[in-house]
């Protein structure tokens, strides 16, 4: 049978920030789940966020030179001085910078029984220094019904969920997917009462997909920033898709906190 979970705090660190970053396989057919090693510089927006001692637990994206987006669920709870913003590098264990936070916002209306409205904003201490490693990535201006080749990316759990310990790799993952329309999400869910219009449902071939300690990462398409990780299934890669909050839905909630809160 296929769980469709959401990745709630509590979950993330007993699956993933539970154990230290592991190193790299080796292998160059690593996965988010059955994905690729990123290169340098291929995602100069994607983050990892970090509780102390120095565990990766979810992921973000860069917005601004003080403004990382990531998920309500990834954060909610945690004080500022307990989480750190790691930019500018594919890998976990090194080449990257740190950056102190100094707010978290969680969305207001966020519902952690439905996951509903499950997107926050992390300001830093210090403004990021931009480089060709390092860069903010636009967000959506179009809110997409359909599309094919957008791009997942993350440091997530890279096996199943099925049985074993947490693997974690030291490369960024990525891989294509496709962004379903509403109908066809809620067609796979019959029943489900948390498929809102304010997500998006991304497909993958079975096998693939997104998994522990991606949540918080981007969803990517035509070079923009449509979707935050927000719940996957569980076991992770199967064949019902994962579901990623709509960037597009919440464009008059960011500006007003990143141009309030400056």
Not at 168 to 180: G, K, R, T
Not at 182 to 203: H, L, Q, W
Not at 224 to 236: D, E, K, Q
Request: hydrophobic share 40%.
């Amino acid at each position: 049978m296929i769980r469709v979970t959401a990745f709630t705090c509590a979950l993330l660190v007993g699956l993933v920030a539970a154990s230290p970053v592991l190193p790299a396989s080796g292998s160059k057919g690593g996965r988010i789940v059955g994905g690729y090693d990123a290169t340098e510089g291929q995602f100069p927006h994607q983050v990892s966020l970090r509780r102390p001692p120095n565990f990766h637990f979810c992921g973000g994206s860069i917005i601004g030179p003080r403004w990382i987006i990531s998920a309500t669920h990834c954060t909610i709870g945690m004080e500022p001085a307990n989480l750190n913003v790691y930019v500018g590098s594919v890998k976990l264990a090194s080449g990257g910078v740190y950056y102190r936070t100094m707010r978290i916002v969680n969305h207001p209306l966020y519902d952690p029984g439905t996951i509903e409205n499950d997107i926050s904003l992390i300001q830093t201490v210090q403004p990021i220094v931009f480089n060709e490693h390092t860069q903010p990535i636009g967000l959506a201006s179009t809110n997409v019904i359909s599309a094919t080749g957008a791009s997942i990316s993350g440091w997530g759990r890279s096996n199943t969920m099925d049985s074993g310990a947490a693997e974690v790799l030291d490369n960024l993952q990525y891989m294509n997917v496709n962004i379903l329309t509403m109908e066809e999400c809620r067609a796979e869910r019959p029943g489900s009462g948390n498929i809102f219009d304010s997500v998006i449902c991304v497909s993958s071939p079975f096998g693939q997909g997104a998994c522990s300690g991606d949540s918080g990462g981007p969803l990517i398409y035509d070079g923009m920033l449509h979707g935050i990780a927000s719940f996957v299934r569980v076991p992770c890669a199967t064949d019902v898709s994962d579901v990623y909050e709509r960037v597009y839905s919440h464009l008059s909630w960011i500006a007003s906190v990143t141009l309030w809160l400056r």
